[in-house]
């Protein structure tokens, strides 16, 4: 049984150029949320998708957007890169949107020079 | 100003000894605590998740504690080992299933 899966591992982009992230979740879970994690802090909460739609989302500006497809994986877009969205970016899965489970993944490693 | 407070940010410990984290929050009403490891690079990991009601639980070497009228927990770590070397993340869920994460101790173990 597959936990929680990222890719890709490790990404390097430059100022202005966009990314797109990826996220299969533990098999059986159905609701995706993302964090980005900068260099000794905590996870920051992005957003969080569910049944296709995204149904939280935390302070982060519009140039980060998502899609959840049909089989419950998905996607982080970030247009526009900054230096400052260099970061760990986490996807964690749960079973359900109400639910006090929650699996991490890997992580993609973001180098924005 | 964060809801989750962690201290120390970071701590040396030899191999063996035992060592204590502290999570302070001010989340409330919460749903649960929870205590992460996180390995350099990866995922955070769960090692424990306590409720409300909740004082103590244990997860092999590691003991959390949770006193929900000051708002603080705290993890244990036993008998430390050098693969005890990582962070670890105290997390607060709220009641709307939002969680709130601290920014991690530290821990280096040494031979």
């Known amino acids: 049984d597959a936990g929680v899966t990222q890719s890709p591992t490790h990404l390097i982009k430059t100022r202005g150029q966009q990314v797109t992230l990826r996220c299969s979740p533990k098999s059986g879970h159905d609701t995706v949320s993302w964090y980005q994690q900068a260099l000794g802090q905590g996870p920051q909460f992005i957003f969080q998708y569910y049944e296709e739609e995204e149904r939280q989302r935390g302070n982060f500006p519009d140039r980060f957007s998502g899609h959840q497809f049909p089989n419950y994986s998905s996607e982080l877009n970030v247009n526009a890169l900054l230096l400052g969205d260099s970061a760990l970016y986490l996807c964690a899965s749960s079973p359900r949107l109400e639910s006090h489970e929650q699996f991490f993944g890997p992580g993609t490693r973001l180098t924005v020079l | 100003k964060n809801q989750v407070e962690q201290s120390p940010q970071s701590l040396i410990i030899l191999e063996g000894k035992n060592c204590t984290l502290q999570c302070n929050y001010t989340v409330s009403p919460f749903s649960n605590l929870r205590w992460y490891k996180q390995d350099t690079g990866r995922g955070p990991v769960s090692l424990t998740i306590?409720?409300?009601?909740?004082n103590t639980k244990s997860n092999g070497r590691y003991t959390a504690t949770l006193d929900a009228d000051t708002k603080q927990s705290s993890l244990h770590i036993t008998a430390s080992q050098l693969s005890d070397s990582a962070s670890y993340i105290c997390?607060?869920?709220?009641?709307?299933?939002?969680?709130?994460f601290g920014a991690g101790t530290t821990v280096t173990v040494r031979a």
């Open positions: 306590m409720t409300f009601s909740e």
């Open positions: 997390v607060v869920m709220h009641n709307d299933y939002k969680l709130s």
